[in-house]
C-alpha cells in the first residue's frame, strides 16, 4: 500500500493527514500554527516546527513510520513569502491538469528524519493585463489571489462533478468566492479579510464584551435565529457603514437592554 501526506498550511492552523492514492484517511492531525507566526514574531521557526509536529502525529494516528510515506504535498499559505517557500502563484484560468503540472519538488526542505521528498502546489492569481503601464492603485481592484483554496476547489469539482458553473464560497480567517466554470477552470477568487477582522474586533475593542456569553447568567436559546436581526444588520450597514454600525451591539447591551446573544446575531 502506498501513502502520503497531504499538509494544508493556513493563516492560523495547520493540519496533516495520510492518505492512500484513493485520498481515504489513515490518520490526520492538526495545530494552531500558521503563517501569522511567522508575521508575528519575523521568524520561520515557529511554523517549521508546528509542521514537523502534525506529520509526525499524523503518522503516529495512522499506525505508521515514515518508512511507509512516498511523499508529502502540501498546499496553502505555506508557499507564501511568510511561509517556508515562497513561490509564484499560477495564473488563473486554471485547472487540476495545470496545478499538477506545475507542483514543484522542495528539496531543501527537511520536514522528516527519512528526508521524504516534499511537493508543494502553487495556488492562483487572477489574471492581470500584461506590460500594463496603468496606475497601480488602478488595477488593484481586479487583483487577487489564493493559496491553499485551490485544492480545495480540485476535491468540491471530484465530489460534484455535475455541480458546474459553480460558486464557492469559502469562510474561515478570510471569506472568498471562487468561480469555477462548466470545464472545470479555477476562474479566480474575491478575498475579503472578514474572518481576520471578526476575531480581531473581538479581541481587541470593546465590542466583544457586548457579543460574548462571559459573565451573563443568561443562556442562548436553543437555535436561536431573528431574520430581523439580520435585516437590520444590512440596512444600518448600508445607511451608517460598517464602522458606525459596529459600534451598535455596545448601544443594543447598554441602551436598548437586549441580551448578548442578539447583538452576537447582529455583530
Request: glycine share 8%.
Amino acid at each position: 500500500m502506498a501513502y502520503y501526506i497531504s499538509v494544508d498550511c493556513g493563516t492560523t492552523n495547520s493540519r496533516a493527514y495520510v492518505i492512500d492514492c484513493t485520498g481515504k484517511v489513515y490518520g490526520k492531525a492538526r495545530k494552531k500554527v500558521g503563517v501569522r507566526d511567522t508575521a508575528v514574531t519575523g521568524s520561520r521557526d515557529v511554523l517549521l516546527s508546528g509542521v514537523k509536529e502534525i506529520i509526525r502525529q499524523a503518522i503516529l494516528d495512522a499506525g505508521l513510520t515514515e518508512k511507509d510515506i512516498l511523499g508529502i504535498f502540501s498546499s496553502g499559505m505555506i508557499t507564501s513569502e511568510i511561509g517556508l517557500c515562497e513561490l509564484e502563484h499560477l495564473e488563473a484560468p486554471c485547472d487540476v491538469d495545470k496545478l499538477a503540472k506545475n507542483v514543484v519538488l522542495v528539496k531543501e526542505l527537511k520536514l522528516t528524519q527519512q528526508d521524504i521528498p516534499v511537493y508543494f502546489v502553487r495556488g492562483i492569481k487572477n489574471p492581470m493585463k500584461k506590460d500594463s503601464q496603468e496606475d497601480p492603485f488602478v488595477l488593484v481592484g481586479s487583483a487577487d489571489f489564493m493559496r491553499g483554496e485551490e485544492t480545495q476547489m480540485v476535491g468540491l469539482m471530484e465530489e460534484y462533478p455535475s455541480k458546474r458553473p459553480v460558486m464557492a464560497v469559502v469562510l474561515s480567517s478570510h471569506t472568498k468566492f471562487i468561480p469555477v466554470d462548466k470545464e472545470g477552470q479555477i476562474r479566480g477568487s474575491l478575498t475579503t479579510i472578514s474572518g481576520q477582522a471578526y476575531e480581531a474586533i473581538l479581541a481587541k475593542t470593546f465590542v466583544g464584551k457586548s457579543v460574548e456569553k462571559r459573565d451573563s447568567k443568561e443562556e442562548c436559546p436553543k437555535d436561536y435565529f431573528d431574520e430581523n436581526v439580520i435585516r437590520q444588520a444590512v440596512h444600518w450597514n448600508q445607511k451608517a457603514g460598517i464602522l458606525r454600525t459596529l459600534m451598535y451591539p455596545r448601544f443594543l447591551e447598554v441602551l436598548l437592554d437586549t441580551g448578548w446573544y442578539e447583538g452576537d446575531l447582529f455583530f
